[in-house]
């Protein structure tokens, strides 16, 4: 069941990707409205990560097409923020807190230029606003996952965008700093601003989101939550993995063959 | 020791020159082989290392005469050839990229080998001394080597400085600035380069065999040191800088000797100190870490014997002998004189004939580790839902590294209990009268 948005944010028209020729998500087809604070829902290898680097445009796709703000991203990258998952970088970086924050600065101030003193006012704004400007010169290898977390919330903050992709942001933190992860994202979405975010609880998920996406390899559904979060469609992303299509895939897999005419 | 005078005072000319070389050399490509250690790239640094030297062998036979300008060309080609190579190979084939890299080291050093040997038995006069490139000989740099040394290093150490938040990110996080709009892979392309250019440069003090060491050596050093990448940019350039100075040395001192095993000598001293000696993270402070922990954990536990003793018998003032102390809990008597003793020093306890008091102080202490103790085992048993007789080991170990803000968490967690999950009372300031 997909429910199609009008004046979508986010739109993402037959996409599918493969990862190292394996292909992950097939037709993927749905669109976001604005200003709604989106679960991106399913089990484990559903592709939920993949989804939201390829419409970041981190990973090479093999077909379709996504429009954010109905243009290109290229067109409007200062207006979309990307949080990665906290296991993907090496936290003993030598790097503190502040440093990592003003990241989220770097694509306004372009090549060769320093960052500014600006850049440090919102990069502690930012800071506060999940409760760690006191940390602001710890080195990140001494933040326990909560606050890596955090520090990776107030890096896409500091960039100061409209519609916000963060990969399992409650992943590996206590109650206490999911609540005020939570309390920080209805906020935003208060001031209008739109977020997807990969979960993978579906306990929580009910209670957190407004707009809910099902996946599994595919789009099982799209739409407000009360509409899609009914036994049937959750019976089908979280019923097992689809084990033809897994077997389709692996075979394409080794034989390297490409998934779709590029044409 | 007059060659060290003479060397140290820098009044001859030719030595001057060759200092000033391997220090701007040094300097420059631990900074560039910061990046390239952050990356975790240091085995490619060894494959264009290994990989340079065909370029210069063709660009000799090309031109038949030492040009330094020629044959760094030479070498800066093949070495971005290879990178290219261990990027494509590892992209298109299956193979994982360690089998990559030292295909193309071992592919690229060998043809290198086999033009190496085929110009020496060719005569040409002008050859001689090509031989350095293998293991590098800092006194054979001359003038005009020394200015495309210092040319080379001015162009990296710029480009670090001008790009430096670039080049922080994607050391970092690659995948985040390129959702940044910023073109990463131009970047990624650019350190590379430099990457080469740096190792070719350098092969003629240093050699092609060991370069990769004096790419990221210093810089493997420099993390020991400092968690602050502007400072740790610093500190690799200066130890490279110092190894090369090193070299330079022997090389003057001992004309005959190759300088590269040299300076790998030094930066490798420079490196086993800092893995040795280095606050915080060096292998000597953790011990000695780990020797005050134990120290306080056993003072902790005599302590916690005490308020055992205490609380059975109501009496915390009572003084207790070694033997009474050992019946409660087995510690062995050289340790429990050690921790007494230490205890007795902190004021903690006071000895009279062979019997020991709490004093106000270790009462006080005494009672923390108890509270701590019996705090952590509700923890347990109220979050992990442990049954009441598995939870004492784990707090047993635990209790010693609570921090003070830590237990606030915890009393406030818990509501403040009055007893443990063995119905034992949780001691808190002011319940006791000592």
Redesign the interface.
């Given at each position: 069941m997909i429910i199609q948005a009008e004046n979508p944010v986010v739109e993402v028209h037959d996409l599918t990707v493969s990862y190292d020729r394996n292909p992950v998500l097939w037709n993927i087809d749905f669109s976001i409205p604005k200003g709604k604070l989106v679960g991106i829902i399913g089990p484990n290898g559903a592709g939920k990560s993949t989804l939201l680097k390829s419409i970041m445009g981190l990973l090479d796709t093999e077909s379709g097409r996504i429009k954010l703000f109905d243009q290109a991203l290229d067109d409007v990258r200062q207006r979309v923020s990307y949080v990665p998952q906290r296991e993907s970088v090496d936290w003993d970086f030598p790097a503190s807190v502040l440093d990592v924050v003003l990241m989220g600065r770097y694509g306004k101030r372009g090549l060769f230029n320093r960052v500014s003193k600006e850049d440090k006012e919102i990069a502690m704004s930012c800071l506060a606003k999940v409760n760690m400007e006191k940390y602001y010169k710890r080195q990140i290898a001494q933040l326990s996952g909560g606050q890596q977390q955090r520090v990776f919330i107030a890096r896409s903050l500091a960039q100061q965008a409209e519609l916000y992709l963060m990969d399992e942001p409650f992943a590996g933190v206590d109650a206490s700093a999911e609540s005020s992860i939570l309390a920080l994202l209805q906020e935003m979405r208060a001031e209008e601003k739109t977020i997807l975010v990969v979960h993978h609880d579906l306990q929580s998920a009910f209670e957190y989101f407004d707009w809910v996406i099902l996946l599994n390899m595919r789009l099982i559904a799209s739409g407000p939550k009360d509409e899609v979060f009914t036994n049937e469609l959750l019976q089908e992303t979280y019923g097992g993995k689809l084990t033809l299509l897994d077997s389709l895939s692996n075979f394409i897999r080794r034989k390297e063959l490409p998934i779709k005419d590029p044409n | 020791m007059n060659d060290f005078l003479k060397f140290i005072s820098l009044q001859d000319s030719t030595v001057r020159m060759v200092v000033l070389g391997v220090v701007l050399l040094g300097a420059s490509t631990s900074t560039v082989g910061t990046f390239t250690f952050?990356r975790?790239k240091s085995l490619i640094g060894d494959a264009i290392a290994h990989s340079v030297l065909p370029g210069i062998c063709l660009a000799f036979i090309f031109i038949q005469v030492k040009n330094p300008l020629i044959l760094l060309l030479g070498a800066f080609i093949s070495g971005w050839i290879s990178i290219f190579l261990i990027d494509y190979i590892t992209r298109k084939s299956r193979l994982k990229a360690d089998t990559v890299i030292g295909l193309v080291l071992s592919v690229f050093f060998g043809f290198g080998i086999l033009l190496l040997t085929y110009i020496q038995s060719g005569g040409n006069a002008a050859m001689a001394g090509l031989n350095n490139f293998l293991f590098g000989q800092a006194a054979s740099l001359v003038g005009q080597d020394v200015y495309l040394i210092a040319g080379v290093c001015l162009l990296l150490v710029l480009a670090v400085y001008?790009?430096?938040?670039?080049f922080?990110?994607i050391?970092?996080?690659q995948?985040?600035?390129?959702?940044?709009?910023?073109?990463v892979k131009l970047i990624e392309v650019l350190l590379s380069t430099l990457t080469v250019l740096a190792i070719a440069v350098g092969i003629q003090a240093v050699g092609v065999v060991l370069m990769a060491a004096m790419l990221i050596t210093p810089a493997a050093a420099a993390?020991y040191w400092?968690?602050?990448?502007r400072k740790?940019i610093l500190v690799a350039a200066s130890f490279g800088a110092l190894a090369g100075i090193l070299g330079a040395y022997v090389s003057y001192a001992a004309p005959k000797m190759p300088t590269g095993p040299w300076i790998i000598v030094a930066i490798s001293v420079i490196a086993f100190i800092s893995i040795l000696f280095a606050p915080e993270r060096g292998v000597l402070m953790k011990q000695r870490m780990k020797r005050l922990k134990r120290g306080e954990t056993l003072r902790e536990n005599i302590l916690k014997i005490f308020f055992h003793l205490g609380e059975a018998d109501g009496d915390y003032s009572r003084s207790r002998t070694q033997n009474a102390l050992q019946e409660r809990r087995f510690i062995d008597k050289a340790h429990l004189k050690k921790g007494l003793n230490q205890l007795c020093k902190q004021d903690m306890l006071e000895e009279d004939g062979g019997a020991w008091t709490l004093t106000e102080a270790g009462l006080d202490e005494a009672m923390r580790i108890a509270r701590l103790h019996r705090l952590w085992e509700m923890y347990l048993s109220k979050y992990l839902h442990m049954e009441a007789d598995h939870v004492h080991e784990g707090a047993e170990s635990l209790e010693h590294f609570i921090t003070p803000e830590m237990e606030l968490i915890l009393e406030k967690e818990l509501g403040f209990p009055e007893t443990d999950p063995h119905d034992k009372p949780i001691p808190y300031k002011n319940t006791i009268n000592g």
């Open positions: - | 952050l975790k001008l790009l430096y938040k670039e922080v990110i050391s970092f996080d995948d985040y600035g390129a959702t940044l709009g910023l073109p993390r400092t968690n602050d990448l740790m």
